[in-house]
């Protein structure tokens, strides 16, 4: 599977934003499915997952509440919805995949689609 994430942008704080990563490939429904996102100087950090069915979803505390994350696997999409977005949001958004069960560490991912700037301004 090959993933390509979009949706980002400049927003002001307060506003949202709703992040695509269509997959290529027929078997997107066999991948958990992950969302992440790298601030300059910072590690790449786990913000929300769902799993196979999209009957399990999981949230970093940062974001619990105000994003979240979907998926389509007739369409091969996940989305991640973001709303209430404050700057210290402000990252490159990357969207990946992962064979079996879901996970939250970045290095259990094998899949990453090309990132997304997200820029949230005071």
């Known amino acids: 599977v090959q993933l390509q994430a979009s949706g980002g942008g400049l927003v002001q704080a307060g506003g949202s934003l709703r992040l695509s990563c269509p997959a290529s490939g027929r078997t997107f429904s066999s991948y958990a499915m992950g969302w992440f996102r790298q601030a300059p100087g910072k590690e790449r950090e786990f913000v929300a997952a769902?799993?196979?069915?999209?009957?399990?979803?999981y949230y970093a505390d940062s974001v619990k509440g105000r994003f979240s994350i979907s998926r389509d696997n007739a369409k091969n999409t996940v989305l991640l919805q973001m709303n209430s977005l404050k700057p210290e949001d402000t990252a490159v958004y990357y969207c990946?995949?992962?064979?079996?069960?879901?996970?939250?560490?970045?290095?259990?991912?094998?899949?990453w689609g090309q990132g997304t700037q997200v820029t949230v301004s005071s």
């Open positions: 769902i799993s196979r069915s999209g009957g399990s979803t």
């Open positions: 990946a995949a992962r064979s079996g069960s879901v996970a939250q560490a970045p290095y259990e991912y094998g899949i």
